[in-house]
């Protein structure tokens, strides 16, 4: 079956995660994205390997997890930028593609002669977009910025953590990877827009816009009431009570909250029923937005049973409820692997390995074999030849160092 973006050309001209993220996104659904990487270092996740995380005895440790995880599916050429012969071949290759994505500093590709306004005179019908850190405007346009810049700035590093905790950014990288989602969210809405135009579009998107757009709510409240809200805790910082994570006997379950209509059944699973009327923890809104009661009675319940042993009877009633899991568990997950959200990998060094996949299937299309990320530069003849150069100006553009 044939994928939605199949056809679709991409030129990508990126580092790390936000513009290679947006990448994969569109290859995962067909895009042919070709990668182009400096001709000496390739890109900088090439060289983090699983060694420097878990050090020289670790299984595996020359493989970068770090670049698998971003370069599923790509193709390679290798590109000195700052010779003219290999910034030629970009604009060859922009003048037959569709979309150009970058998520270098604003202004350096222009410095190169490859932005927006030269690009789109080769081409008048190409998307030119720019993944960046703080935006198009501002006095913060060429800042530098990482992931973790992004959830200090935008308030979300200031609501994690417990109240008495200094402030705590996500376990992950969310800033750059929700900024890469809304990247590729932008070009597909551009292609559309093209379509119908028939004209360029230009897209920009910033980690920092990114992780604003996710507070909405939060950073609403604060904007109609005046108020600052409390830290988030085990749960949200506007949901406090039956919500977030308890200790059970083996580990921890998590809870999102009991309705009116699932608090008679709640009661009488957790041994409780005295309290289903009593207003200090009946009340709904007290239960979820103010019950620090009903934690601390949850709290000295929930380590007398193992955590299958709840969600067993939790989920018979239809109680939002999960086990939190680890990696290792979390790969074992049949829900997981039968929706494509990990694929198998078939890599030369560490064999058959489950690695993350895709969240997106259209028509029931689900991929369970994921492709491998491109060698350096693997692809580099391929796709001069499909650009109509000769074996001699191949041969020419590798002894000049362009390539």
Not at 81 to 109: F, Q, S
Not at 237 to 252: E, I, K, M, S, Y
Request: proline share 5%; with cysteine.
């Amino acid at each position: 079956m044939a994928k939605p973006l199949e056809g679709i050309k991409v030129i990508e001209i990126g580092q790390e995660i936000q513009g290679p993220f947006a990448g994969l996104f569109l290859a995962d659904q067909g895009a042919d994205v070709v990668k182009i990487e400096n001709k000496e270092t390739g890109d900088l996740s090439r060289w983090m390997a699983a060694a420097l995380i878990g050090g020289p005895n670790v299984k595996n440790a020359p493989v970068s997890h770090y670049f698998i995880a971003m370069n599923r599916g790509k193709r390679s050429i290798t590109a000195d930028l700052k010779k003219p012969e290999a910034i030629e071949i970009v604009r060859r290759m922009v003048k037959t593609y569709d979309v150009l994505l970058t998520n270098y500093r604003p202004g350096v590709l222009d410095r190169l002669g490859l932005g927006y306004e030269e690009v789109r005179k080769l081409n008048p019908r190409i998307v030119y977009a720019q993944g960046s850190s703080w935006g198009p405007r501002g006095p913060w346009v060429m800042r530098p910025s990482r992931d973790t810049l992004a959830q200090a700035a935008s308030g979300i590093m200031a609501k994690t953590g417990m109240p008495n905790d200094p402030p705590l950014a996500a376990g992950i990288f969310v800033a750059d990877h929700t900024g890469a989602l809304s990247l590729a969210g932008g070009i597909l809405a551009a292609l559309v827009a093209r379509e119908r135009t028939g004209q360029s579009q230009k897209v920009d998107v910033s980690i920092y816009g990114t992780m604003i757009a996710m507070q909405g709510m939060e950073i609403n409240y604060t904007s109609i009431t005046g108020e600052e809200p409390e830290r988030a805790g085990r749960g949200h910082q506007f949901l406090h009570g039956v919500w977030g994570a308890f200790p059970t006997r083996d580990g921890h379950i998590c809870i999102a909250g009991v309705d009116d209509k699932r608090w008679p059944a709640f009661c009488r699973i957790m041994g409780i029923e005295h309290l289903e009327k009593d207003p200090e923890y009946g009340d709904n809104v007290t239960r979820n937005f103010h019950g620090d009661k009903i934690q601390a009675v949850l709290d000295s319940i929930f380590p007398k049973r193992t955590s299958a042993e709840w969600l067993k009877e939790l989920n018979d009633a239809d109680i939002l409820a999960t086990e939190v899991v680890d990696y290792r568990t979390m790969l074992q997950s049949e829900q997981a692997r039968l929706n494509g959200y990990l694929q198998q990998l078939d890599h030369p060094v560490a064999g058959k390995v489950l690695v993350a996949g895709t969240p997106v299937s259209i028509n029931g299309q689900v991929e369970t074999e994921a492709r491998m990320p491109p060698e350096h530069g693997q692809h580099t003849e391929e796709i001069l030849l499909e650009l109509g150069y000769s074996w001699e100006e191949i041969g020419a553009l590798r002894e000049s160092g362009a390539v």
